[in-house]
């Protein structure tokens, strides 16, 4: 797993550098990269994904709106209904928390997976964060990953598998795992922290966007 997360990376960097399949439009423009955490599927490993989320703001545009870049470049994935949904509702809670109608804005997300295609919300609050970071103009903290839902209002839900996730992490290098307030009440929450004191990674635990939003980034 460190070693096909190395190589993931080094595509990362590589296909960062050919941006255009993001378009670009006049006026300001973020980008901003996020780590998810998935599963591969039932009962096998974990796995970290990256988000690029750019941010335009388009002049005489009639949003806030959220387009998918699914081309299969440098280890570009296709996502399911249910992943989009997920990134809708986390446009949704950044303009809920934020105040901001987002009239001008057009957020394009590109997923970059080991597999061809990811599904879930379980990415949706570091879809989320990434888009305010692209908004506010933080930058996101590189030993950090969140595995949260988001709702439209900005409150950060519970995920499965967060075991195998807590220890994809790890061995990705991430000392530090931010998840949902109520994840304690989930049944797998004792393996997480099992994996997660003997991984030595730090768990947070948070309620909202907000919260999430100030653990994650650097301002």
Do not use: C
């Amino acid at each position: 797993m460190a070693k096909l997360t190395a190589l993931f990376r080094l595509l990362f960097m590589l296909t960062v550098a050919v941006m255009p399949t993001i378009p670009s439009y006049a006026g300001s423009s973020k980008i901003v990269s996020v780590p998810t955490l998935g599963v591969l599927g039932e009962d096998l490993p974990g796995v970290v994904n990256y988000i690029l989320v750019q941010l335009d703001h388009v002049a005489g545009h009639s949003g806030p709106t959220v387009e998918f870049n699914e081309i299969n470049l440098g280890g570009g994935s296709v996502v399911g209904e249910e992943w989009k949904e997920g990134a809708r509702r986390a446009l949704r809670a950044v303009t809920h928390t934020v105040g901001d109608s987002g009239h001008d804005w057009l957020i394009t997300i590109k997923n970059r997976s080991v597999t061809s295609l990811t599904d879930g919300m379980s990415a949706s609050a570091a879809v989320a964060v990434a888009i305010m970071a692209a908004y506010r103009g933080d930058v996101i903290r590189s030993e950090v990953a969140l595995s949260g839902q988001i709702t439209p209002d900005g409150r950060v839900d519970v995920v499965g598998g967060l075991p195998v996730k807590i220890e994809a992490a790890a061995n990705a290098h991430y000392r530090t795992i931010i998840v949902s307030r109520d994840q304690p009440l989930t049944p797998d929450w004792v393996d997480a922290t099992d994996v997660a004191s003997r991984k030595r990674v730090q768990l947070i635990q948070v309620g909202t966007l907000d919260e999430a939003y100030q653990a994650m980034t650097i301002r």
